[in-house]
């Protein structure tokens, strides 16, 4: 990707997250309005679960900015693995949510609650703006290729999954089956944990440098280019959303300097047309000819 078409992305990616922000700052104080004149305890730990997705969107809106930097002395491969890492973030504070509505379903006394019709009618709203708001995001991000929009988007969902089972639990616990509201306050840790193990999945790979091509593939590839002897070396890692591969090819030890750089870039143009390589380093060694 070119620089211009990164700078580019990166500033959409910080509009819609910015955009995200705002409304998860209006999220929060409908759930808090609610939470209070119901004394459900449950939707006042929503509201304090959208506080931490308010934070989150200025946490990842600041790492954008930095992972949209160019590379410099200190990065000489850019600054993309700030935003793997913050996607890594993301997964944690998921791992976070669901550790706390655990201890919340087992520790917490059952109090008399109240169920208004004007604040159900709120949550409702909640709810389907969440799932609009996840659905935008998811789209954005699979357009951009953001995994950090895509991270969120699955965040959102999470939060419309939660808005369904607090209001299943509100609405029932006001009827005095509390038992119900434990059971859904574990049921959405099962899925925030399982949105969370997805993005580890993801992510990992990316911070621990697992190959991002197949090497096996990547070998047979590059021994096909004409002029190339051997391949003695192969290596590929992420960086943010970008591949990066290393080589070390051997080439006819009688060709001329500019007949083994001729060969070393129909490498990289192959790496780049199939693959989609973004940065390519390409050693020569001599190879005798027997």
Request: with cysteine.
């Amino acid at each position: 990707m070119k620089p211009t078409e990164q700078k580019s992305k990166d500033r959409k990616v910080q509009q819609i997250i910015l955009i995200e922000g705002l409304y998860n700052i209006i999220v929060l104080l409908i759930k808090l309005v609610v939470g209070l004149a119901t004394n459900s305890l449950a939707i006042i730990g929503d509201a304090i679960h959208s506080l931490t997705d308010v934070l989150n969107n200025v946490v990842i809106w600041l790492v954008m900015r930095v992972a949209g930097k160019p590379a410099d002395k200190d990065h000489p491969y850019g600054h993309r693995k700030f935003e793997t890492m913050a996607v890594f973030g993301l997964a944690s504070l998921l791992v976070v949510l669901a550790v706390q509505l655990i201890l919340h379903a087992f520790q917490s006394e059952p109090e008399p609650i109240v169920s208004e019709p004007w604040g159900l009618g709120l949550m409702v709203l909640v709810l389907l703006l969440n799932l609009m708001i996840s659905l935008w995001e998811r789209h954005w991000g699979k357009k951009l290729g953001s995994d950090i929009l895509l991270a969120d988007a699955q965040h959102t969902l999470v939060d419309a999954i939660t808005t369904v089972l607090v209001i299943v639990s509100w609405q029932l616990s006001a009827l005095g089956y509390v038992w119900l509201d434990q059971l859904c306050a574990i049921g959405v840790a099962g899925l925030v944990l399982y949105f969370a193990y997805g993005l580890f999945h993801q992510v990992v790979p990316i911070l621990v440098d697992g190959f991002a091509i197949d090497p096996d593939v990547l070998n047979k590839a590059v021994a096909q280019v004409a002029g190339v002897r051997q391949v003695r070396q192969v290596r590929s890692r992420w960086i943010g959303d970008n591949k990066a591969v290393d080589l070390i090819i051997a080439v006819d030890d009688d060709l001329s300097v500019i007949e083994s750089h001729d060969i070393a870039h129909a490498v990289e143009d192959m790496l780049v047309d199939r693959f989609s390589v973004a940065d390519a380093s390409i050693h020569v060694e001599p190879c005798s000819v027997d």
